[in-house]
């Protein structure tokens, strides 16, 4: 479980990210294997003395490290996470030692297809292997493994990262004392599938994308990238959440205009949302991580049952839903819930009412909060850490 | 009855036929409460016998409520949420006042004796003498102080009496341990479950059983 010889490359001045540098091959379920690797992170509070206090967040697919309340080195805003992650938070840095991982295939400073590939001097761009949810999750292994912690205290995340905490459940039941799997799924449906399949379509159509190879053009393929935004940007909203912002309301006009500009304030907030996006994301990686998401399926991993495939948990669960949420809907959750029982594993199941869709859980939601929070509260009791 | 906010009810506070249930288990127990509410018999349990306590609730504002309080509760209902359970992976599964709300009792009966290696139940009786002279003289269907529903509006689908619970029980070659006939208030009767006076006067009844396995 030891590293061979882990360093932290902070020297770099153009590399703004804190990053693991791991000198020891990744093998991965696609059968390559990458000779090194480097996991860019980012940490929040302190670890206690018995080193039972840590909490993994697991990002989704266009998050990155930066969850908590601290300014995003890329965007200038803050974290993603800062409803939940801060002092006197649900997840308190006072309290907790909060660690978050861009994961493998990202574009925040982990090793992914934009960064240099060692043997080649370039960027891997297509060359690079396709990834899985469990090869980002032997990633984030190591680095829990150089911070010197055994035992998370918890292991949190919403969609993809709700993917990541199951996948940390089953491989690894001895490491995680507490799992929060947040509207999320055991695997990504044939809905899912074609909705990422038409954002990599989206992408590939762009005639910048160059099949991967775009990045010493100085020209990516912005244009696809953010199409493949604003169609996911649509399912993570709910039709209710769509008409009480936009309604049908025109964007700084009073009649429409016969023609293709952005009459509709929906039109020009989806556009908004694509044009910051390719501000702080990579095309390859989009590619990349959609993929990984597709191919998850925890219960095949494990011979077609997900109580085989959570058998050995010893993990305290909480598993959290949105009524709104037609992404990844509740019954979802209730899969994984009544594969949980099955195996008598201690699980506590929790439907949120909110029209906000799928992206309830970065949102301010107080019943969400208050579940999280006395979840956590009792888990840090049955722990031994002190609840205020 | 906390709502959210506020602390799950202290052992005092307790319903009087939920005090019994926790009598009648052990220190350090599992038990599963099906229908647990907002977790006020768990809370006690977990707090007073160090039992590991688990839930299932079908409303969701008391689920949530349970969570909050720290409680290990899953939205569900008895209908069909049991079935996953494995057989005897609970000490003790107790469902309370809820039987009669299911749509399939005998399956359900037969579920929580499968789960639990004892089951406590506890429902209202249909065979109380005020139910019977309502239908009677009224000629109205029965509505009491304690089963205060219109027929129209009632979740209470499968009432039974006390002798009706009984033959089920028998039905289904579950042994009855023990038995307590209670008066509205949750206050026992000494009457013994299969005699007919007990039928007669007790608003409600709270068995523990247990179904011998041959295997």
């Known amino acids: 479980m030891s590293l061979t010889s882990p360093t932290i490359d902070f020297s770099s001045p153009q590399e703004r990210h804190d990053r693991l540098t791991v000198a020891e091959p990744l093998a991965l379920d696609c059968g390559v294997s990458l000779p090194s690797y480097i996991v860019a992170y980012r940490t929040y509070g302190a670890l206690n003395a018995a080193r039972s206090n840590a909490v993994l967040v697991c990002h989704a697919l266009s998050g990155d490290q930066y969850a908590g309340p601290e300014t995003h080195p890329v965007t200038g805003k803050t974290g993603w996470w800062t409803t939940v992650i801060g002092p006197g938070k649900v997840l308190d840095t006072e309290r907790y030692f909060i660690v978050c991982a861009n994961v493998l295939g990202g574009c925040m400073g982990s090793t992914g297809p934009m960064e240099v590939n060692p043997a080649t001097g370039k960027p891997w761009g297509l060359t690079f292997p396709v990834i899985t949810i469990a090869d980002m999750v032997r990633a984030q292994v190591k680095l829990i493994d150089h911070l010197g912690i055994d035992t998370l205290f918890c292991v949190i995340g919403g969609s993809m990262g709700a993917m990541q905490v199951l996948e940390w459940t089953a491989s690894y039941p001895n490491r995680v004392f507490s799992a929060v799997p947040i509207a999320g799924a055991a695997r990504h449906s044939a809905q899912n599938i074609a909705f990422h399949e038409v954002g990599r379509q989206a992408i590939m159509a762009d005639p910048d994308w160059n099949n991967g190879d775009y990045y010493a053009s100085g020209r990516g393929p912005e244009r696809g990238l953010s199409v493949a935004r604003m169609a996911a940007h649509i399912t993570y909203l709910s039709e209710q959440a769509l008409h009480r912002k936009f309604g049908r309301n025109l964007q700084d006009r009073r009649k429409v205009t016969y023609g293709f500009d952005a009459d509709f304030q929906v039109e020009s907030y989806l556009r908004h949302q694509g044009n910051i996006f390719v501000e702080r994301f990579d095309a390859n990686s989009y590619l990349y991580i959609t993929r990984a998401c597709d191919y998850f399926d925890l219960a095949a991993e494990h011979g077609g049952s997900l109580a085989s495939a959570l058998r050995d948990t010893k993990a305290r669960f909480c598993l959290i839903s949105f009524t709104s949420d037609w992404l990844y809907p509740t019954p979802e959750s209730k899969a994984i819930v009544h594969a949980l029982n099955a195996v008598t594993a201690n699980v506590s199941f929790v439907e949120i009412a909110t029209d906000k869709g799928h992206d309830a859980f970065l949102l301010d939601e107080p019943e969400f909060f208050a579940t999280l929070r006395g979840f956590l509260d009792g888990c840090a009791r049955h722990r031994g850490l002190a609840v205020p | ?215």
């Open chain 2, 1 to 215: 009855m906390s709502a959210d906010g506020g602390t799950v009810a202290a052992a005092s506070s307790l319903r009087a036929d939920l005090q019994l249930v926790a009598a009648m288990i052990p220190n350090g127990s599992r038990v599963l409460d099906v229908g647990c509410g907002e977790g006020e018999l768990l809370a006690h349990l977990a707090r007073s016998k160090g039992v590991d306590a688990r839930g299932m609730e079908l409303s969701q504002s008391g689920v949530n409520a349970c969570v909050r309080h720290g409680l290990s509760v899953i939205q569900g209902d008895a209908d069909h949420d049991l079935q996953d359970y494995p057989s005897a992976s609970f000490d003790y599964v107790v469902l309370s006042q809820t039987l009669q709300a299911t749509y399939r009792p005998r399956l359900v009966l037969e579920n929580l004796v499968r789960i639990g290696r004892r089951a406590i139940v506890s429902f209202p009786n249909f065979g109380h003498w005020r139910m019977r002279l309502g239908l009677m003289l009224d000629g109205r269907m029965p509505r009491t102080p304690f089963l205060a529903y219109s027929w129209y509006d009632t979740p209470n689908i499968h009432f039974c009496t006390v002798m009706d619970f009984v033959a089920l029980c028998d039905d289904l070659d579950v042994t009855v341990e023990r038995s307590l006939t209670l008066d509205r208030h949750g206050r026992p009767f000494r009457l013994n479950p299969r005699a007919g006076l007990a039928n007669l006067l007790a608003e409600q009844a709270l068995f523990l059983l247990r179904r011998d396995r041959t295997s």
